[in-house]
């Protein structure tokens, strides 16, 4: 879709097309507010939904029952009367709702009078030494590989670190055919004991009914070495080793050709940050996730977030979550309205109870550990900058309080993903270095662009006659 | 180092990379489609020389970038493969003139 083909107001923007936002989009456009939808990826369906309208994996039974519970939320929302926009990078957002966007290489504003974010998640970085490598790379990646492409590894592959995604990943791996050479589990003995209060709740929810069967099929066939403490991968231009230890000490190699990490997920912040919304750090999920109300709604008029965006809790609440930033828009924007089939916000409110009950025992036992969040010495930290563990403490030993004094020393945070793989290292090493809570530290400052775009885009954007006065001279 | 699943169809699309002629999916990203081809190094580090793949497939990384038909630092994990693209992994630092 051309970028011309777009309006210039509409009464609700939503930004991405994961569960969120589309449970979101779906129902403020059924109550008739004219919607977008602005989606970087190609397909609707987010990360959890990747594909899912036109994935090659058609066997059923490889993706498994949650992800095809996506199709029908795309034709919803395809049926819904929202304006779907793929391949959309929004690249600004500014406190008066207006939105800048790159499509197939053209840039243009846009405004909105109510704009859900709904950007979702990204994998918590882990870096440990030689993260770095070619033949390193995140689950989630494989994932999306799988989804998209219905590509698996081949040749001796490792999956490391702790979460739920790392359980689905192999079992999705072994219902697909393919084979694991280990699962080394970094998940830290010490966050039982948290985490136990809340095993009850657990138990009675789908995520144990789900949970279960996945870690019981990866622990029948794959070798799974648990209390892993200290883990690198080696190798000269690409992965040839993966090293760890557990708590006896002993070094422990294997061979390996791809070397999978996950240690959880996290908010993707870069653009609610950018738009001045507060973020707060939250010490159990160990993120900053932004300050909202009960519907979702952000310290700025106008602007909600939605879904994992808002704080991890899933794809269930992601949608329940995506419903109230939509009522609330609709109630806003549409006084009131009776239109049937409004869900009813009570009901809502209870099933996101219920679900988070169920969460709580997984966000905690997954807690990761210090040793994986914290790195030290020569381990990359920025990777677009190259900047090591060590050049970030040296800073602070110099007198750097926060990670935007640190990055005029060292450009780290300001290379091309602006932040978004190191960012919250950043802010717990130096929070570790000077013995001060990570809120004390902050985040870094982000501004837009929030992604980067060709100085042709922005030259190519239409302008107000004040604007072209402000540089013309004569 | 990648493989497709046995029961997809074959791929049919060509595209280059570095001069050297590959096929993918319709639906691949760039990124995808030359992994699928045993292209795991996209770029080298304009800072040290290292070299890189891609990372998180998902727009977030940066690591995958590539120049595409002749435009440079594209995300190949959000560009699609289309027929006929010329891709040129990342050579490291720019250099002026």
């Not at chain 1, 990747?50 to 993706?63: I, K, M, N, W």
């Not at chain 1, 269930?316 to 009813?344: F, H, V």
Request: charged content about 20%; glycine content about 12%; overall charge positive.
């Amino acid at each position: 879709m051309a970028a011309g083909t777009l309006r210039d107001n509409y009464e609700l923007a939503v930004i991405g097309a994961g569960p969120a936002g589309l449970a979101a989009a779906t129902l403020a456009a059924r109550a008739g507010l004219a919607t977008v939808v602005l989606d970087e990826q190609a397909a609707p369906g987010g990360q959890i939904w990747r594909a899912v309208s036109e994935t090659p994996v058609q066997r059923r039974s490889v993706l498994g029952a949650d992800y095809w519970a996506g199709a029908a939320r795309v034709r919803d929302f395809e049926a819904s009367g929202a304006q779907y926009v793929p391949g959309a990078t929004v690249w600004s957002l500014a406190r008066d709702r207006e939105i800048g966007v790159s499509i197939a290489g053209g840039s243009r504003l846009l405004k909105a009078q109510r704009v859900i974010i709904a950007t979702g998640a990204l994998e918590r970085p882990m870096p440990i030494p030689g993260w770095t490598l070619p033949g390193v790379m995140s689950a989630g990646a494989a994932q999306i590989l799988l989804k998209s492409s219905g590509l698996i590894t081949r040749g001796r592959t490792v999956l490391a670190g702790c979460g739920p995604l790392l359980w689905l990943l192999a079992a999705q791996y072994l219902r697909a055919g393919g084979t694991l050479a280990a699962i080394l589990d970094t998940t830290a003995g010490s966050t039982w004991r948290s985490a136990l209060a809340h095993l009850p709740g657990f138990l009675l929810s789908p995520y144990f009914r789900k949970g279960l069967p996945m870690l019981l099929a990866a622990r029948r066939s794959v070798r799974v070495v648990a209390g892993v403490r200290v883990l690198r991968a080696e190798g000269r231009d690409a992965v040839e080793t993966v090293v760890w230890q557990g708590d006896d000490g002993i070094e422990q190699r294997l061979s390996a050709d791809i070397l999978l990490l996950h240690q959880g997920v996290v908010p993707n912040v870069n653009l609610a940050i950018s738009v001045g919304i507060e973020h707060r750090w939250d010490d159990d999920l160990l993120c900053f996730a932004p300050v909202l109300d009960g519907w979702g709604n952000s310290s700025i008029e106008g602007i909600a977030i939605a879904g994992d965006g808002a704080g991890i809790a899933g794809v269930a609440a992601a949608e329940l979550r995506g419903k109230l930033a939509a009522l609330a828009a609709i109630r806003a924007l549409r006084p009131g309205s009776t239109m049937a089939g409004l869900p009813d916000e009570a009901s809502i409110r209870t099933q996101l109870a219920a679900d988070a009950r169920g969460r709580r025992f997984i966000d905690l036992l997954y807690r990761p550990a210090a040793a994986f969040r914290i790195p030290q010495g020569d381990t990359i930290v920025c990777r677009c900058e190259e900047v090591t563990a060590r050049q970030i403490v040296e800073t602070v030993a110099l007198g750097c309080s926060g990670p935007n004094q640190m990055k005029s020393f060292l450009r780290c945070g300001m290379g091309p993903c602006q932040g978004r793989l190191c960012g919250l290292t950043v802010t717990e090493l130096m929070a570790q270095a000077r013995n001060v809570d990570p809120q004390k530290i902050g985040y870094y400052r982000l501004r837009p662009p929030v992604k980067p775009i060709t100085l042709a885009e922005l030259a190519a954007l239409p302008k107000s006659e004040a604007a072209v006065a402000a540089v013309v001279r004569g | 180092m990648f493989r497709r699943l046995s029961e997809i169809e074959e791929t049919n699309l060509n595209l280059t990379v570095d001069g050297q002629g590959i096929s993918a999916r319709a639906g691949d990203s760039v990124a995808a489609a030359m992994l699928a081809a045993g292209i795991i190094q996209c770029r080298i580090t304009p800072v040290s020389g290292a070299p890189r793949a891609p990372w998180c497939l998902m727009g977030v990384c940066f690591e995958c970038l590539v120049t595409i038909d002749g435009i440079a630092n594209r995300q190949a994990c959000l560009v699609r493969a289309r027929p006929g693209m010329d891709v040129e992994t990342g050579r490291g630092k720019r250099e002026v003139g």
